[in-house]
């Protein structure tokens, strides 16, 4: 029998839909199941690219005698992470507070009333490492809750009132300035792995946000061991195995500390914020590097993820057949040196192999290799590389493809929105505007939809049911504002500051604090609240960067003085844990710079809006277009003339403003940091 799962857009809980679990989806009803039968819930949450998910699911949810027993003794509840990131954030601090550590596949047993009483994450099918069975996981629970029930209730009690307990402590009053500023460089600096680029040890995430945070650094001091840092960490991510040597694209995380092995599955939110880096890395120092990998991963965006609606999926599965049809990871993307002589012929297959660091004994699973540019082959031929690449590309293509997680999550959508509009035009890429400009149709006409509210996910054009959360508000703003700025369009300019009114009204608490759903979202046992960036800006810094970029094109104070409120976390947490605050560190750089406003009177993608554009001080926000329409589109061009006929740019920051200049030589040095 088909489950409850078939009705949903999640792709990773339609591939539970056929399980012989009687799954439910995260509901009202699920817990009024639970309370009439007077049984625990097993909460089960991962997502669909997720390896030990796969795993957990063939070894267990696809077992008759376990979903049997677990459909006897439990109302079994399954959740997408990436639909309803408040509730895996909810109960994952529970988690981690209980057993140290979290991960997914998270397990988790509640109460009918949604309290928490015992944990887990992968339970293996058998005991194995001191670790009981998933079996004796569930025997347990349910004699504990069937003879034990005063204890359980104790328990569960006791974790919830600990989790409200846990106020945040945010910076009290007052924004980062130099001095916490100062002390984060030093924090990463310390953290900073001098060999091989990147900071702390293994696995080893592509720090896209510090990164960020750098080059904004580097742009208003001159600090060049920050640009160094920045430089070599992306130097060394593009020319290590965590970047499809291929086909364009970074994978999630390294394995090690080298960038050799990646965990294979590709994220659309880690591509489209290394695509941003990589395209202000070459704003920084015109390095042809940086250019390449900027195009070459919005290259990989639009072909790999990009949907028939124009928005952009999820993710792509690390897991893909084998030779063999063995469901394995990494199997689309590894090389044997047979494998390369059966493609190339011999001559080509040992260039090849010392060019991308293919070896008989393999960099990765049974004598394959990663392809990564060890750099130690001397100068090469550019021509004979492209060959190369190109043929083993299209005897790739032929290999079974990994699995492709569809929806569309509206936060990861405005991070590439903003990646792509840059990256378009720095490099004359109008294709890649345009592709951003549909994805941010999608998300107006089918996020937004009917209901002016955002909807966090959507599937082949269908909204979801979930209610988008901060980050999706902050993103997806950013991602309008940088449209905006591209485009000259102050339509996106609107839409944005129509989500950040939402972000005054419905997210925001005292002294600036930011809640991560809404007031009137469905309350969990915890309202979420997390201010630290991991794989993406939290919705905190997110919308913290939005508001004070808001502000600067409509000297709005409200949006102002929320964004300040908002930084006063990064005051807390920059100088302690700047590995974990990056894009706060990158919005407090903004906001020590002004940040800058830019008005050009005069054509859109002519020179001096290009030239505004590619200015490098923190968080500029740049308002082109002329003619008597354009100050209603944007505030910013109200009242800014062209000087004597010509396209005419005007500086202001803090109230001041620079003499206006025709001259783009004369802009850029007003933008250079």
Not at 340 to 350: C, F, S
Not at 593 to 604: F, K, M, T
Request: aromatic share 8%; glycine share 12%.
């Amino acid at each position: 029998m088909a489950n409850r799962l078939a009705q949903t857009t999640s792709p990773y809980l339609l591939q539970h839909a056929d399980n012989p679990v009687d799954w439910w989806p995260w509901s009202p009803e699920a817990f009024e199941e639970a309370r009439k039968r007077d049984v625990p819930v097993l909460l089960s949450v991962g997502y669909a690219s997720c390896h030990w998910c796969h795993v957990m699911a063939h070894e267990s949810f696809e077992d008759d005698d376990t979903a049997a027993y677990l459909n006897a003794h439990f109302v079994p509840v399954k959740v997408d992470r990436e639909e309803r990131p408040d509730v895996d954030a909810v109960y994952m601090e529970a988690v981690q507070a209980a057993t140290g550590h979290g991960g997914w596949p998270m397990t988790v047993f509640l109460t009918p009333d949604a309290e928490p009483f015992y944990f887990g994450t992968y339970f293996p099918p058998e005991p194995r490492h001191g670790s009981p069975s998933f079996q004796q996981v569930l025997e347990g629970v349910a004699t504990a809750w069937t003879d034990r029930r005063e204890e359980v209730a104790e328990v569960a009690g006791r974790i919830v009132a600990d989790l409200a307990g846990r106020s945040l402590v945010h910076g009290g009053d007052g924004v980062p300035g130099e001095s916490e500023v100062a002390q984060a460089l030093l924090g990463l600096t310390r953290e900073y792995d001098e060999q091989h680029g990147g900071f702390g040890g293994a696995p080893k995430f592509p720090p896209a946000m510090a990164v960020e945070f750098l080059l904004r650094h580097y742009a208003r001091t001159g600090a060049e061991g920050a640009l160094q840092m920045a430089a070599d960490t992306c130097a060394a991510m593009a020319r290590g195995g965590i970047y499809d040597q291929l086909g364009g694209g970074f994978a999630r995380y390294s394995v090690d500390r080298e960038w050799i092995v990646p965990h294979f599955e590709k994220m659309l939110y880690d591509n489209a914020l290394l695509c941003r880096v990589y395209a202000h890395l070459w704003r920084a120092t015109g390095s042809d590097e940086a250019r390449r990998i900027a195009l070459e991963t919005a290259d990989f965006m639009v072909r790999e993820l990009r949907t028939a609606e124009g928005g952009f999926a999820s993710a792509l599965d690390a897991d893909s057949e084998d030779a063999e049809g063995r469901h394995v990871e990494g199997a689309y993307y590894v090389w044997t040196p047979e494998q390369l002589r059966e493609v190339l012929g011999e001559d080509d297959a040992a260039f090849a192999a010392a060019y991308f660091g293919v070896t008989e004994e393999g960099t990765f699973e049974e004598g394959a290799s990663v392809l990564r540019l060890p750099g130690d082959t001397g100068p090469v031929d550019a021509a004979r590389v492209a060959g190369v690449r190109a043929r083993l590309l299209a005897a790739r293509d032929e290999r079974p493809h990994p699995g492709r997680d569809d929806k569309v999550v509206a936060a990861w959508n405005g991070l590439a929105i903003a990646a792509l509009a840059e990256t378009g035009a720095y490099f004359d890429r109008p294709d890649l505007v345009e592709r951003a400009t549909e994805a941010a149709d999608l998300l107006v006409r089918v996020h937004l939809g009917e209901v002016a509210r955002l909807t966090r996910t959507s599937k082949d054009g269908r909204a979801g049911d979930n209610a988008g959360v901060l980050e999706d508000y902050g993103d997806v703003a950013e991602g309008f504002l940088a449209l905006a700025a591209v485009t000259g369009e102050g339509a996106w300019l609107e839409f944005a500051g129509f989500l950040l009114d939402i972000v005054l009204e419905q997210f925001t608490g005292q002294g600036g604090q930011l809640y991560d759903t809404a007031h009137d979202a469905e309350q969990l046992i915890r309202r979420p609240q997390d201010p630290t960036d991991s794989a993406t800006p939290s919705g905190w810094t997110a919308a913290a960067g939005a508001l004070l970029s808001y502000a600067a094109y409509t000297g709005s104070e409200a949006h102002r003085t929320a964004a300040e409120g908002a930084l006063g976390v990064v005051k807390a947490l920059g100088p302690r844990v700047p590995r974990f605050v990056g894009w706060g560190l990158a919005v407090a750089e903004a906001l020590l710079d002004g940040p800058r406003e830019v008005a050009v009177a005069g054509s859109v993608g002519g020179e001096l809006h290009r030239t505004a554009l590619l200015g490098r001080a923190p968080g500029a926000v740049v308002a082109a277009g002329e003619g008597p329409g354009a100050g209603a589109e944007f505030p910013l061009l109200v009242d800014r003339p062209l000087v004597g006929g010509e396209p005419t740019a005007y500086v202001c920051r803090h109230f001041v403003c620079d003499a206006p200049t025709t001259d783009a030589g004369e802009l850029a040095g007003k933008l250079g940091g």
